[in-house]
Each structure stands twice: as structure tokens, then as C-alpha cells.
């Protein structure tokens, strides 16, 4: 019965800065590997950031590396992704992801536990 809600996406201008939130719930928050993916319109969803159990260790996609951060607070259950200096290819579906495992994974398939998504749109 894990759950995961994603929060924050809106409309924002080219250049702009979001924060995105996941609150999970019904699990073991502190033990997930978590992952942040995007979908755009009629294409598979891809991976954007990752981050193991503890906070530790982190990995991005090369096109949001150094424009975006993943974090997370294990006593709030909550992930967050700081997204920066943001594009109009940034336009997209975010879902936040649970794995069974602590450790980074890169595969939506290695992800059982999804949110139900938030609308991120760049535009000016």
C-alpha cells in the first residue's frame, strides 16, 4: 500500500526555477531508492534524477545535470527535485518513483511505486 504524491508543477517562463514534492506514505520511506522521470507526449518515460536510501548518493540525466537537484528528507517521508534555469524541453509529466531497494537504479521498470504525476510547462 505504498503511496506517493507528487506536488508543484506549473506554468513557469524559460529561465524560471520550480520545486517538485513527493510525499510517500504506507512504506518504509527511509530504506527506498527513489527516482524523479519525465513523459513527454507519446514518448516512454525517461529518466531524470535518482537518489539512494540515505540521501547519499545521487545521479542525474546529462540533460538536466547541473540545472537540477534531488534531495530528500527521510523525516518528512518527502522527496523534492530544485529544478533551475529551466527549459522549454524541460515541458513535461514528472512522476516521482519507489524502488524495493536502497541502492540507485536507472529503469522505470526497476520502480514498483509511482506517483500520479504533476504537469511541468516552460513556455514564455
Same mark, same amino acid.
Given at each position: ?6 506536488? %508543484? !508543477? ?15 506514505? %504506507? ?28 540521501? !547519499? ?57 509511482? %506517483?500520479? !504525476? ?7
Amino acid at each position: 500500500q505504498v503511496q506517493l504524491a507528487e506536488s %508543484g !508543477g506549473e506554468f513557469v517562463r524559460p529561465g524560471g526555477s520550480l520545486r517538485l514534492s513527493c510525499i510517500a506514505s %504506507g512504506g518504509t520511506f527511509d530504506s527506498a531508492g527513489m527516482a524523479w522521470f519525465r513523459q513527454y507526449p507519446g514518448r516512454d518515460r525517461e529518466f531524470v534524477a535518482n537518489i539512494n536510501w540515505s540521501g !547519499g548518493m545521487t545521479d542525474y540525466a546529462y540533460s538536466v545535470r547541473g540545472r537540477f537537484t534531488i534531495s530528500r528528507d527521510n523525516a518528512k517521508n518527502t522527496l523534492y527535485l530544485q529544478m533551475n534555469s529551466l527549459k522549454p524541453e524541460d515541458t513535461a509529466t514528472y512522476y516521482c518513483a519507489a524502488s524495493r531497494a536502497g541502492t540507485l537504479a536507472y529503469n522505470s521498470g526497476q520502480f514498483p511505486y509511482w %506517483g500520479q !504525476g504533476t504537469q511541468v510547462t516552460v513556455a514564455s
